[in-house]
Structure formats: structure tokens, C-alpha cells
């Protein structure tokens, strides 16, 4: 029998079994085994409440409700249990049902769809939007429906993989400039000159939590005269005077050929948008297939979602709020002596190293203790850099915060000062 921990998902993408139907022999070995279920307990939960930031999970291997800081989800803002927005969608619920029943273009769209696209593209500061069932899918479909195959997508090494997948679907070249270089990114271009190019990078990276260089990136791409692409994911709501975006932060707003963004983040809930001109957003209605054959979003989660925006743009205490408990995390974190990497944002690593079996063993000590902290994986980040995601919500209290610290320092911060003196 192999080394259970030493091993990930990556060792079994290539299926061996003459079934295609049937996952490769090992794998079913390894993922069935009982050691790694306990160890990977602590993915294999269920919320048992709505997630706040001190939550109920349901313990799937025995059904006991457990008691945790949440310091995993992605409600940075702690809309999607709002009073008002839940209220807003009891009364879509009413008036409209549950669900859109048909696609865009056939029956799916109603009024509220209408209202929040134009909304969002006033936000955005574009001329027009287009709303998509998945933020997956908006990423996929907005690159699918605007790049062909002579065209060339050039890509921050770190970006999405529907950003990646986008471009895998449209056909057109894709290339990868290293993370945050726009001297990297200048040669690219110039090799490239006189094609169609995209360059695409997303405001605030998902599991380092670092920002584009994005003024800096934007004065190479007017100079090479390429058209860009900003994923504010998780960006959106949270940086900029009035939450726009990096985009706003940095000041280059006006430079940004097509922004996207997901509705399942800062909104907390489900969905994801692009924003652009008018001219392109129509073209898109009729070349991107996640819009044209997937059911539009329910009208009471639309309905939620045009609250939401409401409320995170009537003043800016949500966003000071996420950006000053992630100041204090971080600091507190460095203070440890811990390695977060180079986050500047609401998401902050805590690096772990190369060894799978450590970085689940302390998720599953972590929670027993009463915090729920996101092992990040291999081959999802590189294998020497295995870490724990935190995601910082506007909602944290001090006392959960300093909890949550002290959980930290008992169990992961010792364990890794242990074994640097045994190195």
C-alpha cells in the first residue's frame, strides 16, 4: 500500500482504468481509506447555518452540530444573511416564485434582471452588462465570446482557472506573463505585436491575496495598444473610494477594456457579471454560451442581490471594516512570525510548505478546536506552497478575531517554529 498523505489529487488525474465510466484502482484505495477521511475531515463538512462568521457545521461522519469561527467563507461582507436582502427576496418570492424557468433568451428574463444589470454597469462605471448564472461561467463565457482563434490571450501566470478555461474554449493563443511582471508582460507583447490581444489579471489574487501591479501593467499595455481584462472577484465592493474595485484603487478605471465580476463573493451569494461597452456586451448575447443556454439566476436571488449593492454603496463602513480587521490579522500574524506571503488584501496565507499530511493534519486540529481554517492544496497552488487561505469578513468581532489568533499560535504557529528548529 503507498504513503496515503503523500499524495494528492494530482496523482490520479490520469485514469489508467479501461472504464472510463471508473476512477483509476489507487484512487478509490486512497480516497476510501479511513485515515484519510479522518485527516480530511476538515473539507468534508457541511454548514448547518448560515455563514457567519461564527457558524454551526454538520459533522458528516456522525451528525454532530460543531461550533466554529469561520474564517473560511468568501462573505466578506456579510450580505447574504442581511435582514434587508433577505427581505427583498421574500418579496421577489411572492411576486415572482423561485425560479426563472427558461434561458435569457426564452422567457428567462425578467424585470429585476434588467435593473441589476443596469445598476451594476452604473457601478462599474460601464456602458452596459451582462449578468451570468455562475461567476465560473462569466469568466468562461466573456473570454469564449470575444476571443477567436487567431487572436492571443495573454494571461498573469496566477490568474483563475476560468480565465483559463475561457481562453482554452475560444481558441485563441494563450500565453502566461510571470505573476505581477510588467517588464515580462512588455516582452510578450512586443514578440506579439500587430495581432489581437487580450491581456487579462485579476484585482486581488485568490490565495495570495497580493494585488495587480495594475498601474504599472495598464501604462505597458497602452503601450503595446492591448486590450484588457480585470477579474474583481474578490476585489469588488472592498478596494477603491467607492468600491469599484482595484481598478478604482489605482485609478485606471478608464482603462479597463472589460471587467468581471462574481456575485458570490463580496455579494455572498450566487452569479457573476461583465461589464464593458454597450457594442461588445451585445455581441456577447449571441457568442457566449454559459449566457445563452444556461437558466437566468432566480428572481428573489436577484432581488437580494440589487439590495445588496444598495446597501454596500450607501456608505463606506463595510468595506473600512473588512480592510481594517485584515490589517489587524495580518499584523498579528507577522507577529507570530508567520509567512503570509505578500497579501495586501482580506485574504491572507499562512504558508505550510510541501507536506500534505501536515497542512491537513493541522486543518483537522484547528477545528477541533473550534476554527474553521481552508487547507489549500497541491496542485491547486505549488507543492512547496502548500497553505491555509484565511478570508477576512467585515462581520469578525475582536473577540473572534483574538480567538481565532490564539487558535492559530497553539496549533500552527508552534507546530511550524518546532519543526524549523528541528531543520
Not at 478555461?165 to 485563441?172: I, R
Request: hydrophobic share 40%; charged share 20%; aromatic share 8%.
Amino acid at each position: 500500500m503507498f504513503d496515503l498523505l503523500s499524495y494528492s489529487l494530482a496523482d490520479f488525474h490520469y485514469n489508467d482504468n479501461p472504464n472510463v465510466l471508473l476512477p483509476p484502482e489507487d484512487f478509490d484505495s486512497w480516497v476510501n481509506h479511513p485515515l484519510l477521511a479522518d485527516t480530511f475531515s476538515c473539507t468534508g463538512y457541511q454548514l448547518a447555518t448560515s455563514p457567519g462568521t461564527t457558524t454551526y457545521l454538520l459533522d458528516i461522519t456522525n451528525n454532530d452540530r460543531i461550533k466554529v469561527i469561520n474564517l473560511s467563507s468568501l462573505n466578506y461582507l456579510g450580505l447574504s444573511y442581511h435582514p434587508e436582502v433577505i427581505q427583498a427576496a421574500k418579496v421577489a418570492l411572492d411576486q415572482y416564485g423561485l425560479g426563472s424557468a427558461g434561458v435569457p433568451l426564452v422567457g428567462g428574463t425578467f424585470d429585476l434582471h434588467l435593473d441589476l444589470a443596469r445598476k451594476l454597469a452604473e457601478f462599474k462605471q460601464k456602458e452596459d452588462c451582462i449578468l451570468y448564472s455562475s461567476g465560473f461561467g462569466g469568466n468562461v463565457g466573456a473570454l469564449q465570446g470575444v476571443l477567436r482563434r487567431d487572436d492571443v490571450l495573454i494571461l498573469d501566470e496566477k490568474c483563475h482557472k476560468s480565465m483559463v478555461d475561457g481562453g482554452t474554449l475560444s481558441g485563441a493563443k494563450m500565453l502566461f506573463f510571470d505573476h505581477n511582471d510588467p517588464e515580462h508582460l512588455a516582452t510578450i507583447l512586443e514578440t506579439h505585436s500587430g495581432k489581437r490581444i487580450l491581456v487579462g489579471v485579476e484585482g486581488v489574487y485568490s490565495v495570495d491575496g497580493d494585488l495587480a501591479r495594475l498601474d504599472e501593467i495598464i501604462q505597458v499595455c497602452d503601450q503595446y495598444q492591448a486590450a484588457t481584462y480585470i477579474d474583481e472577484a474578490h476585489s469588488n465592493l472592498i478596494f477603491g473610494p467607492n468600491g469599484r474595485g482595484v481598478a478604482e484603487y489605482f485609478g485606471v478605471e478608464d482603462k479597463i477594456g472589460m471587467t468581471f465580476g462574481t456575485l458570490s463573493k463580496s455579494f455572498g451569494v450566487v452569479g457573476g457579471f461583465v461589464c464593458s461597452n454597450a457594442r461588445i456586451i451585445r455581441y456577447l448575447k449571441g457568442y457566449s454560451p454559459p449566457w445563452l443556454y444556461s437558466t437566468t439566476p432566480p428572481p428573489p436571488v436577484i432581488a437580494g442581490l440589487i439590495k445588496e449593492l444598495e446597501i454596500a454603496t450607501r456608505d463606506s463602513s463595510l468595506r473600512d471594516r473588512v480592510l481594517a480587521n485584515a490589517s489587524y490579522m495580518r499584523k498579528s500574524l507577522l507577529d507570530m512570525k508567520l509567512d503570509i506571503g505578500c497579501s495586501q488584501s482580506h485574504i491572507i496565507p499562512i504558508m505550510v510548505g510541501s507536506s500534505g499530511e501536515k497542512l491537513f493534519n493541522l486543518a483537522a486540529e484547528v477545528r477541533k478546536r473550534g476554527l474553521l481554517l481552508m487547507p489549500i492544496d497541491y496542485p491547486a497552488v505549488p507543492a512547496h506552497l502548500r497553505r491555509f487561505r484565511l478570508s477576512v469578513s467585515a462581520m469578525l468581532t475582536k473577540e473572534e478575531m483574538d480567538t481565532s489568533l490564539n487558535i492559530i499560535e497553539d496549533v500552527i504557529a508552534k507546530a511550524l517554529r518546532a519543526e524549523e528548529k528541528k531543520s
